[in-house]
C-alpha cells in the first residue's frame, strides 16, 4: 500500500485538502450545536406560519426528480449551515477525487467508480494510469449482443428450444439491485421471459424457483465476483444438478448457464464456457453494481435499450451532484438531512416509503446501500467514533404501510424521518388510481408534518373522553420526492440519488463508505460451523451455547 494510508491514519483524511482531523472539533459541527439549542423546540406548524413561501423556497429539483423538503424540521438557516459543514468535511474534493479514479476506499486502496459504469464513450477515467471506460463498453457491448440473442430467441438451450426463464443466483448486491429493479420496470419487460432470483441458501428458495419450470427452457446467471461464495456456489451447484438431471448430459451445463465473474478457472471449471464470462471489477462494490454485468438479468427483461436509458438516468444524477451548489444539490440536501436526524435530533432509524407498488423492493435495496455502506464505528484514521453514523433504513410500499405500521409514525413515542416517493404519471391506466395513490401520498405527509391538535378535535365534536386517545401531535419530518413516471431513466436517477446521500454522510462522518469488514466474522465462522456439522462435530471450540445448539441441531436435522 502506498502512504495514502498512512495520511489517513495520521490525519483523519484520505489525501491533502480533504476532510479533517475530528469532527467534533470541527467549527462548523459547533456551529450547528449551537444552531440545534435555538431551534430544537420549533414546530413545522410554526415555521410554516412564520414563512408563507416555505414550501417552494425549501424545495429542489434536478436529474428529473422534485424533492419538497419543506416538511423538514429545518429552517433556512439550518440548511446554510448543514452546507457549510459538508463544505468544511471537505465533501466537493471528496466527490471530485471519486470522479477521478481516486483510491478513496482506504482500508481496501481501491478506487471507488460505479460512476464509470455509467460514463458515456469518450469519458476518461483511470485507475492507475489505465482508462477504465472503453473496457465498461466493451463489456456492456458483450451484454447488449448476449441479451438480444435471449430475447429474440438466437440463444437456445440444450435441446433446441427457446429461453422462457432467466434466474438469478447471487447474494447481497449480487440480486438486490437487479431483482429491486426488475420488479420497478416490470412494465418494460419482455412478457416472453420470466426473471426469476435465487439468494437464500434455505433449499426451499431455489426448488420454489424451479418447481413449475422446464430445464430446457431455463437460463441460469451465476452473479459471483470470486466464484466462491458459500450461498451462492451452495444454489448454482444445485441448480446445475438439476440441470443436468433434467437434461440429461452435463454437457447441457453450457448452455443453460453463464457467469458474472472475475475468476475464470472456476467459471470453467463449473462448466460455463469461458466467452459467456461477464466481467466486473474491484473498483465496484456490489451494493453499487446494478450498472455493471451485475444486471444483466435486467438488461436481458427489458431490453439493452432500456438498460441503457437507465444508465442515462444514473448519470444524469451524477452530472447534478458534480455540478450542482451544495444548497439545491439534491444528493447532498437529502445526505445532509440524515446527518441532521441522527447526529443532532437523535433520530436513529429512517423511513423508506414508496408510493409506487414497482418499487416495493426499494426499501431492502437501500437497507443494504445505507447500512453496508455507514455502518462503521471507526473514523478513516481508525479511532472509534464518538458521535452516531449509518441509521437504521427501513420501510414498505407507503399504501399498505399506512394500515400497519402508520400507528407509530402518527402516534409513538418515536420521531422517524420518513422518505415518501411518488409519481406524477403511472404505467397502468386504470381510472382515479393513481389519484388516489397519490392523495395517500400527500396527506400523510401534511397529517404527519402538522398532526391534528386536541382543540382541532373539540372543534369537530369529538367526545373528550377520546380527544387524548385521537391527538396526533405531528412534527414528524417528512422528504417528499416526486419523480414525472416510473421510467427506467428516472429509476437510475433516483438510485444516484440515494448513492450519493450515503457518499455525502461518510464524507461528514470521515467514514470509509465503501468497505464492508463487518460482514466478514460471520462468514469465517460459518465456514467452520459447516465443516464441523459436515463432520458431525458437536464439541469445537465455542461458547457453551453455540455448542449446545450445535449439538441439538446434529441430533436433530434428521428429523428422527
Excluded at 431455463?218 to 444445485?238: D, G, P, W, Y
Aim: with cysteine.
Amino acid at each position: 500500500m502506498d502512504d495514502r494510508w498512512g495520511t489517513a491514519r495520521d490525519e483523519g483524511v484520505g489525501g491533502a485538502g480533504r476532510g479533517v482531523a475530528a469532527l467534533a472539533s470541527n467549527a462548523q459541527w459547533r456551529a450547528l450545536k449551537d444552531h440545534f439549542a435555538l431551534v430544537k423546540d420549533l414546530t413545522l406548524r410554526a415555521l410554516f406560519e412564520a414563512d408563507p413561501d416555505r414550501g417552494t423556497a425549501l424545495a429542489a429539483e434536478g436529474a428529473g426528480l422534485y424533492l419538497d423538503y419543506s416538511k423538514n424540521r429545518v429552517t433556512r438557516e439550518t440548511v446554510r449551515l448543514l452546507c457549510d459543514l459538508a463544505r468544511a468535511r471537505g465533501l466537493e474534493a471528496w466527490r471530485d477525487a471519486m470522479f477521478q479514479g481516486e483510491r478513496i476506499n482506504i482500508t481496501e486502496d481501491r478506487s471507488v467508480l460505479h460512476v464509470a459504469l455509467r460514463a458515456p464513450r469518450g469519458t476518461v477515467i483511470k485507475v492507475d494510469g489505465c482508462d477504465v471506460v472503453p473496457e465498461v463498453h466493451e463489456v456492456l457491448a458483450q451484454m447488449s449482443a448476449f441479451a438480444d440473442k435471449v430475447r429474440d430467441g438466437r440463444w437456445t438451450g440444450y435441446s433446441g428450444k427457446r429461453i422462457r426463464t432467466v434466474i438469478n443466483i447471487g447474494i447481497g448486491g449480487s440480486y438486490l439491485g437487479p431483482e429491486m429493479a426488475c420488479q420497478a420496470l416490470r412494465p418494460f419487460a419482455d412478457p416472453a421471459i420470466a426473471v426469476r432470483f435465487v439468494a437464500n441458501v434455505d433449499s426451499e428458495a431455489l426448488r420454489a424457483a424451479t418447481a413449475d419450470l422446464d430445464p430446457a427452457e431455463t437460463l441460469f446467471i451465476v452473479c459471483s465476483k470470486t466464484f466462491t461464495t458459500e450461498e451462492t456456489m451452495t444454489n448454482a451447484r444445485s441448480a446445475r444438478q438439476w440441470c443436468v438431471a433434467g437434461l440429461g448430459s452435463d454437457a447441457a451445463v453450457a448452455a443453460h448457464f453463464v457467469a458474472v465473474s472475475t475468476n475464470a478457472a472456476e467459471v470453467a471449471r463449473f462448466g460455463i464456457d469461458a466467452a459467456h464470462m461477464f466481467v466486473f471489477w474491484d473498483w465496484v462494490g456490489g451494493r453499487y453494481s446494478l450498472g455493471s454485468a451485475v444486471g444483466l438479468a435486467l438488461m436481458i427483461a427489458i431490453g439493452p435499450e432500456r438498460f441503457r436509458e437507465m444508465l442515462a438516468g444514473f448519470r444524469d444524477m451524477d452530472e447534478h451532484f458534480q455540478s450542482a451548489p451544495l444548497e439545491c444539490n439534491l444528493p447532498v440536501l437529502m445526505g445532509m438531512l440524515s446527518v441532521w436526524y441522527n447526529n443532532f435530533h437523535g433520530m436513529e432509524t429512517q423511513a423508506i416509503l414508496p408510493y409506487a407498488h414497482g418499487l416495493a423492493r426499494l426499501p431492502a435495496y437501500l437497507e443494504q446501500l445505507q447500512m453496508e455502506s455507514n455502518g462503521k464505528h471507526v473514523d478513516l484514521a481508525g479511532r472509534p467514533v464518538t458521535y452516531q453514523t449509518g441509521p437504521i433504513v427501513w420501510g414498505e410500499p407507503g399504501v399498505d404501510a399506512q394500515h400497519s405500521f402508520y400507528q407509530l409514525l402518527h402516534q409513538g413515542t418515536k420521531a422517524v424521518p420518513c422518505d415518501l416517493i411518488g409519481f406524477c404519471r403511472s404505467s397502468a391506466d386504470l381510472p382515479g388510481h393513481q389519484d388516489l395513490l397519490m392523495a395517500n401520498l400527500l396527506a400523510q405527509a401534511e397529517a404527519l408534518a402538522f398532526g391534528r391538535p386536541a382543540a382541532q378535535l373539540a372543534e369537530e365534536g369529538v367526545p373528550a373522553a377520546q380527544i387524548p386517545y385521537r391527538v396526533c401531535e405531528g412534527n414528524r419530518p417528512t422528504t417528499i420526492v416526486l419523480g414525472e413516471a416510473l421510467t427506467p431513466r428516472v429509476l437510475g436517477a433516483l438510485i444516484a440519488l440515494y448513492e450519493h446521500s450515503v457518499f455525502t454522510q461518510g464524507v461528514v462522518w470521515g467514514i470509509d463508505s465503501f468497505d464492508q469488514w463487518g460482514v466478514e466474522l460471520g462468514k469465517v465462522l460459518a465456514r467452520r460451523i459447516a465443516s464441523e456439522i459436515r463432520g458431525g462435530i458437536g464439541e469445537g471450540a465455542h461458547d457453551s451455547s453455540t455448542r449446545a445448539l450445535i449439538g441439538r441441531y446434529l441430533a436433530r436435522r434428521t428429523g428422527s
